[in-house]
């Protein structure tokens, strides 16, 4: 099973907690685990934020290219190369001073209440108030803040006097800042600026929902086979090791904004309740028999990790839970997928082509999420338009719950 979100388990906990996947004490000799099992212990790892740094630093190369390229694309397809903007985003301009100003703005009493978690009090505090003073002190999150602030701009349709090409194109240069400097501060991250580098690369898992949407603005080839968006979800797991990092160095116990956030994040990702037999039957019918001899075991946890995760929103949601909370729960959906399945995304494999079917419908069923807007639909539709026939069967929940929204949306059409 996958690590607890943001959990601070020790990188370097002896090996069997490693293997198991569950949090060390690092007592010496032999840690509370192995003592309880009576088990040999044996120590093996060093130095865990030295062996991170690395990790890092690398996915936010993922980030560029995948998010940025799109960001870039955006500004392009609406007739403006971001060039053109260079004088404004190097040199100090009273235009440039008047839109961060706006920007900064719209993040303080917008942008971050749609927030997954901000339906919490100290949560909205801490993005609202909190993360803008922090952002005055490292760059990378500050021109992330207007860089999402921007898109918000783009798609609630908010009127600013500026053509919705030149919002993709500031968006491109200011995202591009984002991803440049905050790359080179990892370099150099400590426990001073760990605090910054979380928030900026939470931001930066918004961006990528966001960018999800700019994935469809081009028409696609009839003949272009789809793609899933595998590249959004190792950026969203790359990030997730960002934070655990940063939990790292501050400490598990701080009482750092970043520490708080993470704690009550983890609320929605207890192991054992996810990945309940209920859970993972739920939806049963997603998995590949255990009988089958052909199937490698570490496809099989991938495939179940992920059924058991989506069961346990379904759950949430029948049980009537309110929807912020379950959109907290489907943000963190990408940062918990086993590594494995996102290689059988990659091949790509229809069965879990079908299973991020059944996440995208549960995305779907929720209204307001500007950072997510109508491209559940399309991947549901896309992922449908490319599976044999024999696969087609396992879409018909995704498939009814586009049409009874689309039901709903035509009954809310007519009453008007």
């Known amino acids: ?18 293997a198991r996947r569950v949090k060390c004490d690092e007592a010496k000799p032999k840690c509370g685990c192995c003592v309880r099992h009576e088990v040999e212990c044996l120590y093996d790892r060093t130095d865990r934020c030295k062996s991170l740094r690395p990790d890092a630093t690398n996915v936010l190369d993922s980030v560029l290219h995948q998010a940025g390229t799109a960001a870039g694309q955006a500004a392009a397809d609406n007739g403006i190369h971001t060039e053109e903007l260079m004088p404004l985003m190097s040199t100090e301009s009273r235009d440039r001073r008047y839109l961060e100003l706006r920007l900064l703005h719209l993040w303080t ?41 921007l898109l918000y701009m783009v798609f609630s349709n908010s ?5 919705e090409a030149g919002l993709f194109a500031y968006r491109a240069r200011y995202f591009e800042a984002t991803v440049r400097h905050h790359r080179k501060a990892l370099g150099s991250m400590d426990h001073r600026t760990a605090n910054a580098a979380g928030f900026t690369s939470i931001i930066l898992i918004f961006d990528a929902f966001a960018s999800l ?16 968006p595998t590249a959004w979800l190792q950026m ?11 939990l790292d160095m501050i400490g598990e116990d701080s009482d750092s904004s970043l520490s708080i956030i993470a704690k009550g994040a983890s609320l929605f990702v207890d192991l054992d309740t996810i ?8 939806f049963a019918y997603l998995l590949p028999a255990k009988a089958d001899a052909s199937l490698d075991g570490a496809d099989y946890e ?19 839970e309110e929807h912020p909370k379950i959109s907290r729960r489907l943000a963190i959906f990408p940062t918990i997928l086993h590594d494995r399945f996102l290689t059988l995304l990659d091949v790509p494999s229809p069965r879990a082509m079908v299973i991020l079917a059944h996440y995208f419908a549960l995305l779907y069923t929720l209204d307001g999420l500007w950072w997510v807007g109508n491209c559940p639909e399309k991947e549901i539709e896309a992922i449908k338009a490319n599976l044999g026939s024999e696969w087609l069967g396992m879409m018909e929940w995704p498939l009814q719950i586009i049409r009874d929204r689309g039901q709903t949306f035509a009954e809310s059409d007519n009453e008007k």
């Open 1 to 18: 099973m996958p690590p607890r979100l943001y959990h601070t388990k020790s990188r370097t906990g002896c090996a069997r907690c490693r």
């Open 236 to 246: 969203c797991r790359g990030v997730r090791n960002v934070v655990a990092l940063g």
């Open 159 to 163: 009127q600013v006097g500026i053509p």
């Open 302 to 320: 991938a495939y179940t990790t992920a059924v058991a995760y989506i069961g346990s929103v379904a759950a949430a949601k029948e049980a009537g």
């Open 109 to 149: 009493t917008e942008v971050c209440q749609t927030l997954p978690g901000c339906y919490d009090p100290q949560n909205l505090k801490i993005w609202s108030r909190d993360v803008p003073k922090i952002a005055l002190d490292y760059e990378p999150l500050l021109t992330g803040i207007f860089s999402i602030s």
């Open 213 to 228: 949407r700019e994935r469809w603005m081009q028409p696609i080839h009839p003949n272009m086979p789809y793609k899933p």
């Open 275 to 282: 990945y309940s037999d209920a859970n993972r039957a739920k």
